[in-house]
């Protein structure tokens, strides 16, 4: 098993930025391709971000290209997303989320939620206008 803690999230005034981390514990010898998505209220949880094995490869949703990046650190088991330029639609849970499926290569980022294993509790981000 794998948890994922993800830390960061808070209240922020649009045009800020906000840095989230989430840790990953248990089985963290296994390497995982990894991927922040974020739920609005009543809406579906939606891609942000995702970064393969390697972290060589990166994917965005177009919503936020330009904004944020995704990084990850292997000797930390921590994948970090860096939002800038923050507006009221980024508002939303955020989510961490774990691959571990082996038919993936390790330059493989995905964009699929199904493709995910383990997921985090969210923390919560809110921007104000």
């Known amino acids: 098993q794998v948890r994922l803690d993800e830390s960061g999230g808070g209240l922020v005034q649009a045009g800020g930025s906000l840095r989230l981390s989430c840790v990953a514990s248990?089985?963290?010898?296994?390497?995982?391709?990894l991927g922040w998505f974020r739920q609005a209220p009543g809406k579906e949880r939606e891609f942000v971000a995702a970064?393969?094995?390697?972290?060589?490869?990166?994917k965005y949703a177009d919503s936020v290209k330009g904004r944020f990046t995704i990084a990850r650190d292997n000797a930390k088991s921590t994948v970090t997303l860096q939002m800038n330029d923050l507006n009221p639609e980024d508002t939303a849970v955020y989510y961490c989320?774990?691959?571990?499926?082996?038919?993936?290569?390790?330059?493989?980022?995905?964009?699929?939620?199904?493709?995910?294993?383990?997921w985090g509790q969210g923390t919560q981000v809110t921007v104000s206008s």
């Open positions: 989320a774990a691959g571990t499926k082996a038919y993936f290569s390790d330059d493989y980022a995905s964009m699929n939620s199904w493709t995910y294993d383990y």
């Open positions: 248990g089985r963290t010898s296994i390497n995982y391709f």
């Open positions: 970064i393969s094995r390697s972290g060589g490869s990166t």
